[in-house]
């Protein structure tokens, strides 16, 4: 099982590539010369930023304000560059995992490559390991989401992306002002 192990990174973001409703999204990992990028979902990013900061307000709240876990992003740690060329896609994420590692003050994240459970004879799962600090956690939460929010606008009644030509809203019941929806 091949191991990315970045402690710390010198760089590491989400980012996504393509046209709204059609992107592809990526973590990347950069240290030393080495550069890891793992291909995951929309929703995975979403759910690991929103996680990372529920982690790290736990942190916050359970230390009583002793933890060095900033409230907000460092304005010195804000990444908006683009993702890193070569582009090439070391694995695709299946499952994710998150940790306090409180004898270092550091984030660990995991992202273990998606597996096929049928097969038997499969190597074991490559894995994205990183450990970053609380401040750079909350910079890497904060990029992610506005990359997440980038995408398609919401419908104003159900909350699905809208494409550029609408969408069968399911609170209209396929109704588009005066005709139905083919």
Request: contains cysteine; negative net charge; charged residues 25%.
């Amino acid at each position: 099982m091949p191991v990315f192990d970045y402690d710390p990174p010198e760089r590491f973001v989400a980012g996504a590539l393509g046209q709204p409703g059609a992107r592809a999204f990526f973590l990347q990992a950069r240290a030393e010369g080495r550069l890891t990028t793992v291909a995951l979902e929309k929703l995975q990013v979403a759910a690991l930023a929103s996680r990372l900061d529920e982690l790290l307000d736990e942190v916050l709240r359970r230390s009583g304000g002793a933890a060095h876990v900033p409230a907000m992003a460092p304005a010195d740690l804000s990444d908006d560059a683009p993702l890193e060329a070569p582009l090439a896609e070391d694995f695709r994420v299946g499952t994710m995992a998150l940790a306090w590692d409180p004898d270092t003050s550091q984030v660990v994240i995991e992202a273990q490559e998606v597996i096929d459970e049928e097969d038997l004879e499969a190597p074991e799962p490559a894995m994205l390991r990183v450990r970053i600090s609380a401040g750079a956690a909350r910079a890497f939460t904060q990029r992610a989401l506005k990359v997440v929010a980038a995408g398609r606008p919401p419908c104003p009644l159900c909350a699905q992306p809208l494409d550029a030509g609408g969408h069968v809203c399911v609170r209209l019941n396929g109704y588009r002002g005066g005709e139905a929806a083919s």
